[in-house]
């Protein structure tokens, strides 16, 4: 599948949970990447009872600006799943919001990193948490490479609603000038919404690709830590975006090569 990025326009809609739920329930082997330049959850939240050393997407940049990060991926990893090791891995964010400008310039080469860990052997799907928009550390790079956006909202009254406006618009502009169009944009929308989707996707000119439903109990453990429930609705639900993801970049992909302006080395 490749990258898949997660992002919000404005307050905490749940976009490390629900990039949390596709990891943990996805069938392919996933890495969450966690990308919010205002910092990581997952060691301090879902992963707070284990004792993890230090490491994550930080040391990553470093060792890549020196050529070195396929050797050093693996030891910068967290496995989730140790049933079936490599299957469900964690690459933990940055610690201190001030280390996002350690890693404006190093975006461009993770994402291209990002981008060919879906050709190594068991072909791993990379989902960014990439935080909110407004902040001025956004990972751009990584989010124009991105073959799906997921933006992802609470629809739950006007105000929660709104900001997407100017979030959705800002992403076209960025996507139509430095990456290869706005068709990689979909929402992805959490809890019960004040408009049916189809009102919806036409006030936000954007469609819905998935939906996740309010699941307090599961989010908070996804969050925080602890044990999760037996079979619990959000995964449940997490796990039937896999396919339809799948799909819309299958599709995409597709829609681009047929498009694409034959190079000269595509002609040789
Ligand atoms: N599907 C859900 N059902 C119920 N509660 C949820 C759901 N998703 C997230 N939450 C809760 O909402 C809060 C915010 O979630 P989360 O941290 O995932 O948001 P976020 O968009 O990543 O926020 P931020 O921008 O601050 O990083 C958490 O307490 C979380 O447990
Ligand atoms: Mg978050």
């Excluded at 070195?68 to 799943?81: I, K, N, S, Y």
């Excluded at 990193?113 to 990972?139: K, M, N, W, Y």
């Excluded at 925080?224 to 799909?247: F, K």
């Amino acid at each position: 599948m490749a990258i898949i990025a997660m992002v919000s326009a404005k307050g905490s809609p749940g976009v490390s949970t629900a990039a949390l739920a596709c990891t943990l329930s996805w069938s392919r082997p996933t890495l969450l990447a966690e990308c919010d330049p205002a910092g990581g959850d997952i060691l301090a939240g879902y992963l707070s009872g284990l004792e993890i050393p230090p490491r994550g997407l930080l040391p990553l940049a470093v060792a890549d600006l020196r050529g070195r990060a396929r050797e050093e991926f693996p030891h910068q990893l967290v496995d989730l799943d140790a049933g079936d090791p490599g299957r469900r891995l964690v690459l933990p964010g940055i610690t201190d919001p001030v280390q996002a400008n350690t890693l404006r310039p190093t975006w461009e080469r993770l994402a291209t990193f990002f981008a060919d860990l879906e050709h190594q052997d068991r072909g791993i799907d990379v989902i960014a948490d990439c935080g909110r928009l407004t902040t001025s550390a956004a990972p751009w790079p990584l989010l124009h490479r991105a073959d799906l956006i997921l933006l992802v909202l609470r629809p739950a009254t006007l105000r929660t609603i709104s900001p997407a406006l100017p979030a959705i618009a800002h992403l076209r502009r960025e996507l139509t000038e430095h990456g290869r169009g706005p068709g990689a944009l979909a929402m992805l929308t959490i809890g019960e919404s004040t408009y049916p989707n189809r009102e919806l996707e036409q006030r936000l000119q954007l469609p819905i690709l998935a939906s996740l439903p309010d699941d307090p109990r599961s989010a908070q453990v996804l969050s925080d830590g602890g044990r999760l429930r037996r079979n619990p609705e959000l995964l449940r639900a997490a796990a039937s975006i896999e396919p339809v993801a799948s799909r819309t970049i299958a599709e995409r992909r597709t829609r681009l090569s047929a498009t694409a302006v034959p190079t000269e080395a595509s002609n040789a």
